[in-house]
């Protein structure tokens, strides 16, 4: 066990002092000092990881689409007790004594999220967006097939079924089917890609968007659903840049007696901030909606359901029936994150960020980078860099090695592999956050063209063209790193925080454990 030779605690406070800086003292940085503090006295490894991981931040624009800023409030809500206390079950109905604070927040959580949402009922506790969709399939099984089976059989519940019911209940739950987005247009590996539990859950059907347009065609998703008759129609998607017709998607699920299902996921924030209005709204349309709460909405890492009453007992026995005892200091911080998003600046921020998506665009257009769909309605931009001469996994890691930070995705009817791809999806809530906008935007897609354009393919040991390894000219990788200097300059990560000073305290260390921890 190593122990700092000094208090960074105490140096940082003596620093101020001496500045008269005092009066000003932000408690969550005084909080993330001593947080590191305390963490560096049992594993200073971690510690330094930990802030080798704000130095890798403060130097690389974040361009995924799936990443964002929490407020370090949001941050520190999760370092605390909460996470030694079992909760299983929902408020009030716990399997465990000793609930009655974590009742509090999770009724506080759950009441911010239907006021920020105007959903009917919340349901905070998946520990990620999987398993928020998880959860909301098996609750749609629960209240569309079990319930009414159960109810024909004169049971009162499934364990008053004999082995034969049983097995007939079984047979009729694993007999459904589901209608998504197809992997390979944008759609997510849980709405029933092959690879994923959800395509053993279900006869799992894939409609795309059109070859024509990449966009989605609406008609078509009619034809295919009085086709195939799923019991989910699930609209959402983890690549597709422009914006969904809801009440288009809820008459097309009527008209076949589906629930339609929405995964907002990736824009949740944009509904929170009143971004994505009307027909653009999941909400009013869909009977049960999932999303993550780390994306746009800028919280902590977890999941949230979303339905309407129908749905709501269902959705709550997502513990014990899928996933185990809730991460009550996780949901404090869901009750942060939603306490923010209903702040008047959290619709501004919404805005800002599909406006730098679109400038983003556009920018990228006039470099002459090939852009899906060309142009946006959300936070996504997805580039076909074909027309660069590279694969999206070398697109990828030569923005990487220039200190921009994006992925690798498919294109629609993508003719390489998912380990290859020919994309890259690129985001703005990240870079929304730190306050760029437009000016910023068209520096950023001059940057991405100056990286792409040096960099070519390299070789493979029988010499030819690799569609992994790639070769960018120096002078290239030197003019855009220092172009990423200069941006990141104006707008670092996490201000309030002195790298230099937790570097000094918390990354110089002679201790051999410090490499491990």
């Known amino acids: 066990m190593s122990t700092p030779r000094t208090s960074p605690v105490s140096a940082y406070l003596d620093a101020c002092q001496s500045s008269g800086g005092l009066e000003k003292l932000d408690p969550s940085v005084i909080a993330y000092i001593a947080a590191l503090e305390s963490v560096a006295r049992v594993a200073p490894g971690i510690a330094r990881s930990t802030v080798q991981e704000l ?14 800023y929490s407020s370090l409030s949001t941050q ?16 009030r109905k716990r399997y465990y004594a000793g609930c009655d604070n974590v009742d509090a927040i999770e009724d506080f959580a759950c009441a911010q999220a239907c006021k920020l949402f105007g959903a009917d009922h919340a349901y905070v506790q998946p520990h990620s967006g999987a398993d928020a969709n998880i959860i909301a399939f098996w609750a749609i099984l629960s209240a569309r097939v079990e319930t009414p089976t159960i109810q024909e059989f004169g049971a009162k519940s499934a364990m008053g079924l004999d082995d034969a019911q049983w097995a007939e209940l079984r047979r009729r739950v694993g007999n459904q089917r589901l209608l998504a987005m197809d992997f390979s247009s944008g759609g997510h590996l849980t709405h029933g890609y092959r690879m994923n539990v959800s395509a053993k859950m279900f006869e799992a059907h894939g409609y795309t968007v059109s070859r024509k347009d990449s966009l989605l065609d609406y008609d078509e998703i009619e034809k295919q659903a009085l086709d195939v008759k799923p019991l989910i129609l699930l609209a959402g998607y983890s690549a597709y840049p422009r914006r969904i017709d809801f009440e288009r998607m809820r008459a097309i699920a009527d008209k076949v007696g589906a629930v339609l299902m ?19 709204n999941p909400i009013p349309y869909a009977h049960v909606v999932t999303t993550t709460t780390h994306k746009t909405l800028r919280g902590p890492r977890g999941g949230l359901v979303l339905c309407t009453d129908e749905f ?97 995705n498919a294109i629609p009817f993508d003719k390489n592999s998912p380990l290859v791809t020919s994309g890259l999806r690129l985001g703005t809530p990240a870079v929304t956050t730190l306050g760029m906008g437009s000016a910023e935007m068209k520096e950023i897609a001059a940057i991405l063209k100056g990286i792409l354009g040096a960099t070519e393919p390299g070789v493979t040991r029988d010499g030819k063209p690799s569609k992994i390894e790639h070769v960018t000219a120096d002078d290239a990788q030197l003019a855009a790193t220092g172009r990423v200097d200069a941006l990141l300059g104006r707008f670092p990560v996490y201000p309030e925080l002195d790298l230099d000073f937790l570097e000094r305290h918390f990354c110089a260390s002679d201790d051999p454990a410090a490499a491990t921890g």
Not at 55 to 68: F, V
Request: net charge negative; with cysteine; proline share 3%.
């Open 76 to 91: 520190l809500a999760m370092a605390n007790l909460l996470t030694d206390k079992y909760a299983e079950g929902i408020s």
């Open 55 to 68: 130095a890798d931040q403060r130097a690389n624009i974040k361009l995924i689409a799936s990443e964002n």
């Open 262 to 280: 929405v995964d907002m996921a990736h824009f949740a924030g944009l509904v929170a901030g009143g971004a994505f209005e009307g027909v653009h």
């Open 312 to 408: 709501a007992d269902h959705v709550d026995r997502g513990c014990p029936m899928v996933q185990g005892g809730p991460l009550p200091h996780v949901m404090g911080a869901k009750a942060l994150c939603f306490t923010e998003a209903l702040e008047p600046s959290f619709k501004t921020y919404a805005g800002n960020v599909i406006d730098n998506a679109r400038s983003l665009a556009e920018a990228c257009m006039s470099e002459g980078l090939g852009v899906l769909t060309n142009g946006t309605d959300n936070h996504q931009v997805i580039l076909d860099v074909t027309n660069q001469g590279v694969s999206g996994r070398q697109a990828e890691a030569a923005l990487r090695e220039c200190r921009v930070t994006s992925n690798r």
